[in-house]
């Protein structure tokens, strides 16, 4: 949020005769820059050749669409309310029609200290579940009162609606006008609606570099993050082993690394990204449709299939974002 700086007026008395105090400059009161609009809207579009989500493909490697639309309250300068919704198109294993997001919540500031908390619900209608054991498959699985029994072709088995609800907090503190620096942390009670809890956490950093002449700002930027993953409920168990009430989700390490840069309300971003998830246990976790072979055995994934959709990708991302009080007044 930009503040506006007010030139001081200096103010001068005279009278007729001999100098005096009254004929000394006098200091004008500063002026208090004036409250931000109460209300905005921040809205924008972008087009990417990979939607990866915590270095997990979710569209199979495949270029993404996204838009969103956001309203804001301006309680103070310091202070802002906002709520949400946005969507993504996906390729996942299921064949949701598309990632709708719903989200809200608060941003106070404290000079170079920024803060956001609140709440995120994802959600993906229009699934279909496959799952290769009838006998054992969850309410969500049921036509007309019958379980339905239907795999991948590659054995994989998912919920029909893999919908899921996180609580997050954030904190970003600008060390210079050009460098900065974040944490952040998200809890989920069931991520993708597996019943394994989720905690995500981590850190990251962004250097901007002065402008050029022609308005082009260059970044450079990074993120490391970590996702500790609870166990699954019965849907996605292993029948006749250890596992046969759940599989706990192997813990995952991802990070990145990219440049980019802004002009006006347009940035390009051009990354690098990666995970620790070898691709059994990959597969485990995404229920991946593409997965294939059978030498990728873990614990979690004694058939042996293996998924790509954690491995290391390169993204390149365009993206347009607007407010009303800044871009169309």
Known sequence: MKRVTVAAVAAFAFTSGAASAAD????ARPMVAPEPPAWDVAFGSAIASDYVFRGITQSDHKPSVAAYFEPRYNFNKDWQGYIGVGGASIDFPNRPAAEVDFYGGIRPTFGKLSFDVGGWYYWYPGGQCFSAIAAGASQDCFQNGSAVALSLPNGNIIKKDVSFFEVYGKVNYALTDNFGV???VYYSPSVLNTGAEGVFF?????????????????????????WELGTSDRFYGLPGTVFANGIPYKDYTTWNVGVGATWKVFTLDLRYIDTDLNK????AFTSDHTASG???ITPINPAGVGSKWCGSTFVARLSADLTVNANLK
């Open 24 to 27: 000394l400059p006098v200091k």
């Open 182 to 184: 974040g944490a952040y």
């Open 202 to 226: 981590g850190g990251n950093a962004k250097y901007t570099f002065a402008a050029w002449s022609n308005g082009i700002a260059p970044y450079i930027s990074g993120e490391v993050g970590r």
């Open 280 to 283: 059994g246990d990959c597969n």
């Open 294 to 296: 059978t030498t990728n």
